[in-house]
């Protein structure tokens, strides 16, 4: 299980791909108050896409990392998630998993009910529910979640320096331009307006340069 391909689903910060790369080959992102180790292989990806899956994000719980809401997937809430697949080994996929929770890499996961069922339940952690997502290539696409629904938790308010690291990602990844980036995530969050987000992340406007 180990060797096989996967594609792992980021949706919230590993939408970038400097970021994601600090899971992989360990280190500290860009904004983040800590770093990973990365996993046992730390290859990059051998392959990325931009993709869209069914469902939204919202935010909820308190990230120590960016010192406010974390993202969270739920396939049941309406509309689309903005996503970027990774071609990544079963192994790594695991690896990532366990540093999203905070814990040493090393331990490989059983793919075999996600796989079969389309959602398992590894442990009642923030990420430790794991969703099949479809397949792209012949490989599955795999993300993982809370255990719990968007309507089940209480939503916090996101950082600005995480909206940003979305944003940057959204950005990169789809190739979306300030509007759409910002409507896009003020669904997710109501502590957020979209013009609010989009004050945040558009480019500084320089004073002296004439128009």
Same mark, same amino acid.
């Given at each position: 299980?180990?060797? #096989?391909?996967? %594609?792992?689903?980021?949706?919230?910060?590993?939408?970038?791909? @400097?970021?994601?790369?600090?899971?992989?080959?360990?280190?500290?992102?860009?904004?983040?108050? #800590?770093?990973?180790?990365?996993?046992?292989?730390?290859?990059?990806?051998?392959? *990325? #896409?931009?993709? $869209?899956?069914?469902?939204?994000?919202?935010?909820?719980?308190?990230?120590?990392? %960016?010192?406010? &809401?974390?993202?969270?997937? @739920?396939? @049941?809430?309406?509309?689309?998630?903005?996503?970027?697949?990774?071609?990544?080994?079963?192994?790594?996929?695991?690896?990532?998993?366990?540093?999203? !929770?905070?814990?040493?890499?090393? *331990?490989?996961?059983?793919?075999?009910?996600?796989?079969?069922?389309? +959602? =398992?339940?590894?442990?009642? &952690? +923030?990420?430790?529910?794991?969703?099949?997502?479809? $397949? /792209?290539?012949? =490989?599955?696409?795999?993300?993982?979640?809370?255990? %719990?629904?968007?309507? @089940?938790? $209480? /939503?916090?308010?996101?950082?600005?320096?995480?909206?940003? !690291?979305?944003?940057?990602?959204?950005?990169?990844? /789809? &190739?979306?331009?300030?509007?759409?980036?910002?409507?896009?995530?003020?669904?997710?969050?109501?502590?957020?307006?979209?013009?609010?987000?989009?004050?945040?992340?558009?480019?500084?406007?320089?004073?002296?340069?004439?128009?």
């Amino acid at each position: 299980m180990t060797s #096989r391909l996967v %594609w792992y689903v980021g949706y919230g910060s590993n939408l970038r791909a @400097d970021r994601f790369a600090c899971y992989l080959a360990g280190g500290t992102p860009v904004g983040a108050t #800590r770093g990973y180790p990365g996993c046992r292989d730390t290859s990059p990806p051998l392959a *990325a #896409r931009a993709v $869209e899956v069914p469902g939204g994000i919202y935010f909820a719980t308190e990230s120590p990392v %960016w010192l406010g &809401g974390r993202a969270f997937y @739920d396939p @049941d809430l309406p509309g689309t998630t903005a996503a970027r697949a990774y071609l990544v080994t079963a192994a790594q996929f695991a690896d990532v998993a366990a540093q999203e !929770m905070y814990r040493e890499p090393g *331990a490989d996961l059983d793919l075999t009910a996600v796989l079969a069922d389309g +959602r =398992h339940v590894l442990g009642p &952690g +923030r990420y430790e529910t794991l969703l099949r997502l479809g $397949e /792209h290539d012949g =490989h599955p696409a795999l993300t993982f979640t809370a255990p %719990w629904s968007a309507a @089940d938790v $209480e /939503h916090t308010k996101p950082s600005a320096a995480y909206l940003t !690291m979305l944003a940057t990602g959204l950005a990169e990844a /789809h &190739g979306w331009a300030v509007g759409r980036i910002a409507d896009y995530l003020a669904r997710g969050t109501p502590f957020w307006t979209a013009a609010g987000i989009a004050a945040l992340i558009s480019p500084p406007v320089d004073p002296t340069r004439r128009s």
